[in-house]
């Protein structure tokens, strides 16, 4: 089956910018995460749904980072008004509940100018 | 606050050769492990998923171990193979759940034919 795609592969933008990020978790995972990869920071949490539960942002570095769940499915990663730091590669990934094992997508890489 | 640490950082071996991998982390109180494999410029393929109750897991060529009690994982490559290089990540969660992964910085492996 398909499994975690994520769009677009690749987001230039210029500093001061908002982009969106989507992600298409593996049918039926009601978990989705999102994480970023960045040099010399590794791999970091930012985001967790579960279901209808509230989410849980304790890993979004600032307010311009918010991230949504439409019908329990895909979700979007929001940052406002770019910044050269927020250069990275977002990943997300899905699981099933209670399973613990997180199915990664091939990742946006966002370069901001 | 958990924290992950992966040595070597980098591994350069010849073909057919076993290796070993090693993962340690701070909080033994964790509900599983997982270890992943990323090439360049892709995501994330996880490989093993050890539930806190197991002490090993096996798939293929790869063994991975868990011992809580001195908060160390290593995964086992045997036989090596030139297609076995990537950069290989474990991952443990936070103690408050199992749904924020905590991420190593990774071990670049390269087998050479």
């Known amino acids: 089956g398909a499994g975690v795609s994520q769009s677009p592969s690749n987001k230039v933008t210029e500093k001061g910018k908002d982009v969106e990020l989507r992600c298409d978790p593996i049918?039926?995972?009601?978990?989705l995460y999102w994480y970023r990869q960045s040099l010399g920071q590794g791999l970091e949490f930012l985001i967790y749904?579960?279901?209808?539960?509230?989410?849980?942002k304790s890993g979004l570095p600032s307010d311009r980072f918010s991230a949504e769940r439409t019908g329990g499915s895909v979700s979007t990663l929001t940052i406002q008004r770019t910044q050269q730091e927020d250069s990275a590669v977002y990943l997300c990934?899905?699981?099933?509940?209670?399973?613990?094992?997180?199915?990664f997508g091939p990742g946006t890489r966002l370069t901001v100018l | 606050k958990q924290e992950v640490t992966q040595i070597p950082a980098a591994l350069s071996v010849p073909e057919g050769e076993n290796l070993v991998l090693n993962c340690s982390f701070t909080?033994?109180?964790?509900?599983?492990l997982q270890w992943f494999r990323q090439d360049p410029g892709k995501g994330l393929t996880s490989l093993l998923l050890?539930?806190?109750?197991?002490r090993e897991q096996t798939s293929g060529r790869l063994n991975a171990s868990l011992d809580k009690s001195s908060g160390r994982s290593t995964l086992y490559i045997a036989a090596s193979q030139p297609g076995d290089s990537a950069t290989y990540l474990c991952?443990?969660?936070?103690?408050?759940?199992?749904?924020?992964?905590?991420f190593g910085t990774g071990t670049r492996l390269l087998v050479s034919p």
């Open positions: 990934a899905s699981s099933l509940a209670g399973t613990g094992k997180q199915f």
């Open positions: 049918s039926g995972h009601t978990a």
């Open positions: 749904f579960q279901g209808n539960s509230a989410p849980d």
């Open positions: 909080d033994s109180a964790i509900y599983n």
């Open positions: 050890i539930q806190s109750s197991q």
């Open positions: 991952a443990a969660p936070e103690n408050t759940g199992f749904q924020k992964l905590v």
